[in-house]
């Protein structure tokens, strides 16, 4: 049986950092991103973990960087092969881990939303408009766009991240890397969007992060996760209405049941929860690399 990491503990490395979902350690001049199976929602860690979740995140995370690895250099440098320091912890590291060169990371989060959902939506109900890019007239929810779009926004450090335009994001990070970015954040979304149609799985929109090392743009963080995207299935898809996804939606779904006001202290969640959860990542795990989860 796996073993469940909800918080990691590594006496003896250097800890950076815990996040929402990752822990983070260095290990000389390198990276230790470790995926727990914590999960957060309305940005609120809970106390449930979800069995699988971290060994999903980063597999799929792998998976992503070596099948587009032609498009754009990434920060992983093992998942397996760990120095002699980490050994002790493999328990804890085995599936879930990789070791990553360290990079000088942007702030913004690059986004691009293939279909109308979520903030976009709202957005486009409110001016016709996504992070100031105009669009058709008429469009429901979930409709597919003509063109992906790229609407880039703030790293928040706490709460939620801030839609911004392409101008003040180039406002931030220069505008030659900003055009950059939009290029490489498209290629890269239409190319996993062919990959994964095949497969049953609509890409909706989904989250980007890049850093620079000795001025070259590298893919960072995570890759076209369920926690970084939104995945739906093709089956059933029909505009005019949210559409059902491969990642914490049973969770959501329950809190909004159970009258939750959204402030810490998270609930627990009951077994069926945690168990239906656990089998969307594991699905959309499954139907994008074609086997299951070792």
């Known amino acids: 049986m796996n073993t469940i990491v909800w918080e990691t503990n590594l006496p003896g490395i250097h800890f950076l950092n815990r996040g929402k979902v990752r822990d983070l350690y260095e290990v000389g001049d390198r990276l230790l991103i470790v995926a727990t199976d914590r999960l957060s929602a309305f940005d609120v860690v809970l106390p449930t973990p979800i069995p699988d979740k971290g060994r999903v995140l980063t597999q799929l995370s792998l998976f992503w960087f070596d ?49 109308l959902s979520g903030s976009g939506w709202k957005d486009y109900r409110a001016t016709g408009k996504v992070c100031g890019i105009s669009l058709p007239a ?39 890397l900003a055009e950059r970015v939009r290029a490489v954040s498209l290629d890269i979304y239409r190319r996993a969007v062919a990959y994964a149609e095949p497969r049953g799985i609509i890409l909706a929109d989904t989250k980007f992060e890049f850093g620079l090392l000795d001025n070259e743009l590298i893919w960072i963080d995570e890759a076209l996760t369920p926690d970084s995207s939104r995945f739906w299935p093709a089956d ?59």
Request: hydrophobic share 30%.
């Open 67 to 115: 099948l587009l690895r032609d498009v754009l250099p990434n920060h992983v440098i093992t998942s397996t092969d760990f120095p002699a320091e980490l050994e002790p912890y493999r328990a804890q590291l085995e599936g879930r881990s990789m070791l990553c060169r360290r990079t000088k990371p942007l702030p913004i989060e690059c986004v691009v939303r293939g279909y």
């Open 138 to 176: 008429g469009l429901q929810e979930s409709d597919r766009l003509p063109e992906a779009i790229f609407t880039p926004s703030t790293k928040a450090t706490a709460g939620h991240d801030e839609n911004i335009s392409f101008d003040q994001a180039a406002a931030t990070i220069g505008g030659e």
């Open 236 to 294: 059933g898809y029909q505009p005019g209405r949210a559409q059902p996804s491969f990642d914490k939606q049973y969770v959501r779904d329950h809190l909004e049941r159970i009258g939750w006001n959204k402030q810490p202290p998270g609930p627990e969640l009951p077994p069926d929860v945690v168990a239906a959860t656990r089998d969307k990542y594991r699905e959309a795990y499954r139907k994008l690399t074609g086997h299951e989860l070792k």
